[in-house]
């Protein structure tokens, strides 16, 4: 049974089964942006996982959720990978410096568009506004740093070239008239980052030393305006320091450090006569308070000496007002009314993530944030909560989305109330004017920082997108138009909660599976879409958190389960599908659990491939039912999500399979059916692969999304590239799927879906310069089809902009040349070879033509040159009575026969 849905919660789900709208029209919100069906709020909902089990476990959910992080990137004792992902965020962040300092990457046109969602917005972690207060900037959990206009429009993206995500951000301005506003941005795995060209380049501060976490980001409002980083420290172990910068967030340097140990927060006053030089700490139960922008600190009120933890925010209308919550055994709130001199207990929270906010102009305002927002105008007296979590699927505008990552309050001239809140949320960006109370959606248009776990695109309609996401439910999108910046594209959520390893028999939407922890969600229908099942995992079975769920790939209708043992689950009735036993093998024998992966060969269905997790192979011959070991051990799989197994589509005996590559190889590959399996690595980092798949072109080629980005094998070469091109956003990449021969669709962690173009082999090459002809006319070659040496195909050299009525010929040779020649560019160095004459024909000064099918010619054998690994470069040569020379030239064409 779920954990947090009754049976009659679900027998409720599925007598409300969503009958969703066609792919041309799917539902609208209130203000007609497309966002969620209003069939969800309508039935019982599948909570968003962080909180599925109820607010009163949420301290241990987190807390197991951590231990499966760490287990996700599974390495031996010895292996950081945290510092290898770092190496590898850092590698591609210098890469992308040195392009932009070059200028090659604007020399390039993209192969990356993104899709989206345009409206479904994933986990903002902070917010900020810029200084003359015109515009919102607001970071994300893996998505950058974004830029909108005051009000919530226009976002744009900032930080595609940062790794890491944002979770503090300050902004100054710009150090010279119409400079542009220079980004300070903190993370957890780089310590602090800035740009000061939005975001093109990034440059790491000098002085911070021994950084391990960022508890505070401010700027003194001084003439120097001093960048001030109060953050925890590996100085003498877990120790608070100051660091402060003068120059612009250039350099550091330590202005202070605690004597003792523990974690600590501190706040800066935001506005007032305080604001320049004050800063209150909150450090091992006890208040400290500098007055000299922390060179030196009091100690004041002390609350709870036996306080592991603390935050501390204020209220400048006070004198001030400071709130302090303290960690012990729980979380208490307290606040003073003196500035720290003393304090009173007022509150015990019960779903508290330490995120506290006071209002600028009311001491008496003050709100804390968990799973959901709560709000005090009494001083913290009682609270009440903004609204339950589930409200947000009935009102999205005006309600907050679950699992609050921040709360932030700042002087505001356009605001009526003088200050704005921006509520920072696993959904997105709220704003409110009204000191915290009644907070707007502003991540409804265009802000693309959506966590994918997964993507199913129909076969036969490559811009119909069905995605599973982190809080954001199972979502349904009809690709649109790629824009200039941002994403192009609104999707429909159908259902909350989180949805992975989509799939569906014959790759339509006909009927498509996917789990959600705990069930099985099943849709039939693509055009008119309903969500029919909801079919609990066996219980009692054993299975990772998100277990992969696999489509028959006989039975469209049918579905197999990756457990301790394989379960195949067959419709038996409208909405109801019950589980057997497809193989009585014990995936749980020994040191195992559960099948991590399982995956059948396209063209021989009885060929199948699993892993468990203790990182054993299997492979069958029979459909899943029977059960070989193979020698050698796979990648291990990753936390909740299992491993990747993708089969060669025209070759049953070959598969490979991906995970956690940190301390042996992160893809291996096998080609006899699964006995054995051998490394894939060449040019691959040491990475976490989340998914694979073969190309659809016939190459053989593979693509992989991984946590280092986006790659792909070239089985040619036998060796991995990096795809990003470093256009694609630094984020973690967790699905990809080869939707045709030309398009691969990738969904991201933290920046939402996006497709790559796969790039076309260069048929044929223009270069030089051709000559202006007496009628001022610009001759242009150009060509249609490919070089062959063989079949009846065509490849035809043409010529436009030619003078009407003219003699002319093409002739080649197979070195390219820059001379001049007759007042023009001779583009085909000697020795070279004419074709035959021919007349432009047309009308008009320029209205003449040419073309001359060289496939033909080479196929005719009167040039033996003309061979397979021929380099030809040609030029086409006329006549032009009015011209000195009494001759033109066209630019020329470089091809190479096959």
Not at 301 to 313: F, H, L, P, R
Not at 405 to 416: E, F, L, R, V
């Amino acid at each position: 049974m779920l954990a947090g849905m009754g049976r009659a919660q679900l027998l409720l789900i599925l007598a409300l089964a969503c009958a969703c709208t066609p792919e041309a029209a799917p539902s609208s919100a209130s203000d007609g942006r497309l966002l969620i069906d209003p069939a969800i709020a309508a039935r019982s909902l599948p909570a968003p996982t962080e909180h599925r089990l109820g607010e009163g476990n949420e301290a241990e959910n987190k807390a197991a959720r951590k231990r499966w992080f760490a287990q996700l990137h599974r390495a031996a004792p010895d292996v950081d990978w945290k510092a290898i992902e770092l190496a590898n965020g850092m590698a591609e962040m210098e890469r992308r410096n040195s392009l932009a300092a070059s200028g090659a990457s604007l020399l390039v046109a993209s192969p990356w568009s993104e899709v989206g969602s345009r409206n479904q917005a994933g986990r903002m972690m902070c917010a900020t506004l810029s200084p003359d207060g015109t515009r919102v900037y607001a970071g994300a959990a893996l998505g950058g740093v974004w830029r909108a206009n005051h009000g919530g429009s226009g976002w744009t993206p900032l930080g595609d070239n940062l790794y890491g995500g944002v979770s503090e951000l300050v902004v100054l301005p710009g150090e010279t008239s119409g400079a542009p506003d220079i980004l300070v941005c903190a993370n957890s795995s780089l310590g602090l980052r800035v740009t000061r060209d939005l975001g093109q380049t990034w440059e790491t501060p000098s002085g911070l030393l021994g950084l391990t976490s960022v508890r505070e980001l401010r700027v003194l409002a001084n003439a120097q305006r001093t960048v001030v980083v109060w953050a925890q420290t590996n100085l003498g172990g877990n120790v608070p320091a100051l660091f402060v910068s003068n120059d612009m967030a250039r350099t550091f340097t330590k202005r202070f450090q605690m004597t003792t140990t523990g974690n600590s927060d501190a706040w800066v006053p935001r506005t007032g006569p305080l604001a320049a030089s004050t800063i209150f700490v909150a450090h091992r139960g006890q208040v400290f308070r500098s007055s000299d922008a922390g060179f030196t600190f009091t100690p004041l009120a002390a609350i709870d000496a036996a306080a592991s933890d603390a935050t501390i925010t204020g209220s400048e209308a006070g004198a001030p007002t400071l709130y302090i919550a303290l960690s012990n055994s729980g979380w208490k709130l307290y606040r003073s009314d003196d500035a720290g001199a003393s304090a009173a207990l007022i509150h015990t929270p019960a779903d508290y993530w330490s995120e506290l906010c006071a209002s600028v102009t009311n001491p008496q305002v003050v709100l804390y944030g968990g799973v959901e927002a709560f709000r005090s105008t009494n001083g913290g007296a009682s609270f009440s909560k903004l609204n339950n979590w589930g409200d947000y699927y009935g009102d999205p505008l005006n309600k907050l989305h679950a699992d609050t990552m921040g709360i932030y309050a700042w002087p505001d001239a356009q605001s009526t109330s003088g200050e704005s809140f921006f509520f920072c949320m696993d959904g997105g960006i709220w704003r409110s004017s009204a000191l915290g109370a009644t907070p707007v959606n502003w991540s409804m248009t265009g802000l693309g920082v959506g966590q994918y776990y997964s993507t199913l695109t129909s076969a036969t309609n490559s811009n119909l997108v069905l995605a599973g996401a982190q809080d954001q439910g199972y979502q349904r999108g009809l690709v649109q138009t790629p824009l200039p910046a941002g994403p192009s594209t609104n999707f429909t959520q159908l259902i909350s909660g989180d949805y992975g390893h989509l799939c569906s028999k014959d790759g339509t939407h006909a009927t498509v599976f996917s789990n959600y922890p705990g069930f099985t969600l099943v849709q039939e229908g693509q055009s008119n879409p309903s969500l029919t099942g909801y079919v609990d995992f066996p219980t009692g079975s054993s299975h990772l958190w998100l277990p992969p769920v696999v489509a028959s790939p006989l039975v469209a209708t049918s579905y197999f389960l990756c457990a301790e043992k394989l379960y195949r689950f067959d419709k038996t009735a409208p909405g109801t599908w019950a589980p057997t036993f497809h193989s009585t093998h014990d995936f749980a024998a020994g040191t195992a659990n559960y099948l991590t992966a399982l995956a059948f060969a396209p063209l021989d269905p009885q060929r199948a491939y699993a892993a468990d997790d203790v990182g054993r192979m299997w492979w069958s011959s029979n459909q899943g039912v029977s059960w070989t070991q193979a020698s050698g051990n796979a990648p291990n799989e990753h936390y909740f999500y299992g491993n990747a197994i993708a089969v060669h589509p025209t070759d049953p005996l070959e598969a490979v399979i991906g995970g956690s590559g940190y301390s042996t190889a992160g893809v291996r590959r096998t080609l006899d059916g699964g006995q054995s399996w051998s490394a894939l690595t060449n040019g691959l980092p040491s990475t976490m692969v989340y998914d694979v798949a073969y190309a659809k072109d016939g190459s053989g080629d593979l693509y992989a999304a991984c946590e280092s980005g986006p790659w792909r094998f070239d089985r040619a070469a036998l060796a991995w590239t990096s795809i990003s091109s470093g256009l694609a956003p630094i984020t973690l990449y967790w699905s990809v799927e080869c939707v045709n021969a030309e398009l691969v669709r990738f969904g991201t962690y933290g920046r939402g879906i996006w497709d790559y173009r796969v790039p076309q082999p260069v048929v044929a090459q223009v270069y030089c310069t051709a000559k202006v002809s007496s009628a001022l006319c610009l001759p242009s070659i150009g060509f249609s089809g490919v070089p062959a040496t063989g079949g009846t195909a065509s490849f035809l050299v043409t010529a436009s902009e030619i003078l009407a009525a003219r003699s002319g010929l093409l002739f080649y040779g197979f070195q390219p040349h820059a001379g001049a020649y007759q007042g023009g560019t001779l583009c085909v160095r000697a020795p070279v070879t004419r074709t035959g004459i021919q007349n432009s024909g047309g009308s008009g000064a320029c209205g003449g033509t040419y073309s001359f099918d060289f496939n033909a010619r080479v196929r005719s054998g009167v040039d033996p040159a003309l061979a397979s690994g021929a380099n030809v470069h040609c030029q086409y040569w006329y006549r032009d009575p009015q011209d000195p020379y009494s001759t033109g030239l066209s630019d020329a064409l470089q091809f190479t026969l096959p």
